[in-house]
Each structure stands twice: as structure tokens, then as C-alpha cells.
């Protein structure tokens, strides 16, 4: 554990860009404009000093520590950090009874546990009684959903905040902020561009830390001149994010140009294509998330029942994504592209779905047939609701010719499997039920 001043070596140049470059207040904060815009609620709570114990829940880089200093910072409190590493239950103890000194003198001690994810039951258990009677305030922080990660008694006392990726725009406020504040590189001459100031915005894909970081990594490359002045070229850039600039913008015409190149070449087969158009958005900074949401869009739209295992690849990639992110999560989502280039492929699913919704939207109004409404009361029954049901599984063959859709859409086919790969048997299943049907009206 390591107790803090707020406002200790604030100007050290010691320090990396991102601790020194860390906002001291809210007029300061960039981003979560949600939580800390005017009027929203974590901003109320910290003004009027009613701050309750938080978990802050959200990627890496997008302030939850920043946030827990400002806390600190604007009620006067002692501000206290624990590392599950570091920090056995021992420690634990000394401290929160030295909180305990502290209430009764009335001080207000916050008690910040970075990745409280990280800490096991017995490290989480010893913080709650000091909690409940109030002698700390809890601020936790964590990439992991508090759910599942959090003490259930401890996440009941705390109040959860989720933090978002910052957006491009945010992240190029910071940037150019460190540029010209003299905690950052304000007392130099620093000749930087919007673009590049804007690529490594982009390649941080959220992380305020990662740009910062980055920044402070080209600047200190950069070509000093005679004059003094600090020449940031491209080349210079490229070599300090270990990439080169590649031809995406992930809220611009490139990013659904590729995207469409990623599943039209799952359609048509082609696995090299496909790993190419993913490797392109990866590298450049895609969300994970969002490429294995358009994976298991294509599983259902492209493959269907031609092979239903492609549904759960696609879910176990998502999965696979969400536990252990960029870079590692790359050869996940190759595979479930690679599987889904080389399945068979059905759009059964998709065009039995536009059928009925069309119809659906065309019949609005068309009422339920009585003999499958639900009839929960005795005036339902007394109406007709649920008369004529039949319970195929009292029925020899599990099936009855009771009629389902309405009246107008009798008839309708919806569903028309193809002869792709597993969908062959579906095909069978389905005409050999409406042979059945035909022979017992």
C-alpha cells in the first residue's frame, strides 16, 4: 500500500508525461461526459462532497485512477492506493485502523484499490466492515465486470460506474494540451502536426495513458534543430508506434469499405481475403469487439443451418475477445474467420425472416388464433383462449396439424432450407413434417 499526497511532486520532470500530464481537477478531465458533464450525477457528488464508495468500471486509460485523485483531491481527503501484489491482509488492517484514528479527529480517508479484480476474497472481506461503519471510503477500479469480479457484500455497499473508451477527439485535447502546458513539453518548441497528433489519437484506440506514453516517446525521438526546436517527422513517428500508418478510419468511409471487404470474403469463400481485411482493421486499431459482433452477424446471415457449429464459434470468439483483448485475441477471431470463409453457406435464415417481416408489418393487426393463446384466468377460458390446444408431446409422433399462423397467412413459407452442408437434413425434417401435416388434416 502507498499512502499519497495529492498534490506531491506535481511538477516533477521525472516523471512520465502521463503522471505529470494527469488532470488535477474536473475543468481539467476529458471524456465520460456522462458521469462528470454538468448536472450528471458523479459530478453532483463530487461538488457537494457526498461521495459514496465507487467501483469504476471500464478499459484501461480512460481515468478511473485520475477520477479517484480528483475525489480525493476535492474533499480534502487522505488518499490511500493498495496493489493486490503488494498488499496482504495485514497490511490491509494497519491501515484501515489508522482510517479509523483518523474519523474520529474528522478526516476523511479514501481508500483506492487499483484492479480490485486482482484482489482474492479475504483481501476484499477485510475492507467491508471499515466500510460499513464508514471509516474509509471505497474507490475500486477495474477492466473486469464487478459482478463477477467484486465481493457480492462489498459491490452492495458501492455505487458502480461504467467508464467508456475516450473518443479520437478527447484523446487529440490531451495531446495537444501536453504539448503546450509547461508540466508537458509547454516550455519546448515542438513541431508537430494535427495529422500526426491525430494518428496517435487513433493508434491509442481509447487509452488517454497509451497516447500520452506515445507522445512523450516521438518527442523525445523528435530532430532538434539548431534553433532549439524539436522536428517531429513521420518517419520518426511511424518508427515510434512500431507501424505504419495504414489507410482506416474507424467512423470514416474506409471503415465500412473494409468491413464489407472482411464479409464479402467470408461469403465468397476466400480465407486468405478474409484474414487480410481482418489483419488490416486489427493492426489498425478496431476494436475486437466490434469485428467478433460482425462475425457473429455473418454466422447466422451467411451460414445459417448449412453448419449450426458456426454460431458458436463466432460467440466463443466474442467471448475469447472480451477476456483477454488486443494483441492476443487476434489468432481468436482468425479462426473464427477462417471457419466461416470455409463453411458451407445458407441465407435461409435471412430471407426467411425479411419474408415474415414483411408479412409481419403488412398484417399488424392480425389477432392470435384462439387455440394457442395463453389463458391464465377463467374468463379467458370462458372466451375461447386456449380451446382446441393440442400438447404434441401427448401425441405419438410429437406433432399435431393445429393451426398457428392467422387465418390470412395460412399457407405462408417462411423458411426454405437449401442443400448446403447440414442444412440438407433440416431440408428433410421440414418437408417430412409438412407431409405428416398434409396427410392429417
Known amino acids: 500500500m502507498e499512502q499519497i499526497s495529492i498534490f506531491e511532486n506535481e511538477n516533477s520532470k521525472d516523471e512520465p508525461l502521463a503522471a505529470r500530464m494527469r488532470p488535477r481537477d474536473l475543468s481539467e478531465f476529458v471524456g465520460q461526459q456522462h458521469l462528470v458533464g454538468e448536472g450528471k450525477i458523479l459530478s453532483k457528488l463530487i461538488e457537494s462532497d457526498r461521495v459514496p464508495s465507487i467501483i469504476f468500471w471500464g478499459p484501461p486509460g480512460v481515468g478511473k485512477t485520475t477520477l479517484a485523485q480528483i475525489i480525493a483531491s476535492k474533499t480534502k481527503a487522505n488518499f490511500t492506493t493498495f496493489s493486490a ?13 489508522q482510517a479509523d484514528r483518523y474519523t474520529r479527529f474528522g478526516e476523511k480517508t479514501i481508500v483506492f484499490i487499483d484492479e480490485i479484480h486482482r484482489f482474492n476474497k479475504a483481501q476484499q472481506d477485510a475492507f467491508l466492515p471499515f466500510v460499513e461503519k464508514g471509516s474509509i471510503t471505497l474507490i475500486g477500479a477495474t477492466t473486469e465486470n464487478p459482478s463477477f ?17 475516450l473518443e479520437t477527439s478527447d484523446i487529440e485535447q490531451l495531446l495537444k494540451r501536453a504539448i503546450s502546458d509547461p508540466r508537458g513539453f509547454g516550455d519546448e518548441r515542438v513541431n508537430i502536426t494535427d495529422e500526426m497528433i491525430h494518428m496517435i489519437a487513433e493508434f491509442a484506440n481509447g487509452d488517454a495513458r497509451s497516447s500520452l506514453t506515445t507522445l512523450e516517446m516521438v518527442i523525445l525521438n523528435g530532430d532538434i534543430k539548431a534553433d532549439g526546436t524539436i ?39 476466400d480465407a486468405d481475403a478474409a484474414v487480410y481485411w481482418l489483419a488490416r482493421m486489427l493492426e489498425a486499431g478496431e ?24 454460431m458458436e464459434i463466432a460467440i466463443a470468439a466474442y467471448q475469447a ?24 453457406k ?7 425472416y425479411f419474408a415474415a417481416r414483411d408479412d409481419a408489418q403488412e398484417h399488424m393487426a392480425e389477432p392470435v388464433p384462439l387455440n394457442i393463446r395463453n389463458a391464465p384466468t377463467s374468463l379467458m377460458k370462458d372466451l375461447g383462449y386456449g380451446k382446441g390446444y393440442r400438447y404434441a408431446h401427448d401425441y405419438e409422433d410429437k406433432i399435431t396439424s393445429m393451426q398457428c399462423l392467422p387465418d390470412s397467412l395460412v399457407g405462408r413459407e417462411y423458411y426454405k432450407p437449401t442443400e448446403q452442408g447440414a442444412e440438407v437434413r433440416f431440408k428433410e425434417r421440414l418437408n417430412s413434417i409438412k407431409e405428416w401435416k398434409k396427410s392429417h388434416k
Open 287 to 310: 476494436d475486437p469487439l466490434y469485428v467478433a459482433r460482425r462475425v457473429t452477424r455473418f454466422a447466422s446471415e451467411d451460414v445459417g443451418l448449412a453448419d449450426p457449429r458456426a
Open 85 to 97: 501484489v503488494t498488499s496482504g491482509i495485514k497490511e490491509i488492517r494497519t491501515v484501515m485502523q
Open 231 to 269: 522536428d517531429i517527422t513521420m518517419e520518426s513517428l511511424e518508427q515510434c508506434i512500431s507501424k505504419k500508418s495504414l489507410l482506416y478510419d474507424k467512423n470514416g468511409e474506409e471503415h465500412y469499405n473494409i468491413i464489407s471487404a472482411l464479409h464479402k470474403s467470408m461469403r465468397n469463400s
Open 321 to 344: 475477445c472480451h477476456f483477454i483483448g488486443m494483441p492476443e485475441c487476434s489468432v481468436h477471431l482468425t479462426e473464427a474467420v477462417i471457419y466461416m470463409a470455409l463453411a458451407p
Open 149 to 165: 469480479e467484486v465481493n457480492g457484500a462489498l459491490l452492495s455497499r458501492s455505487k458502480v460506474f461504467v467508464l467508456k473508451n
Open 346 to 352: 445458407s441465407n435461409a435464415m435471412e430471407v426467411a
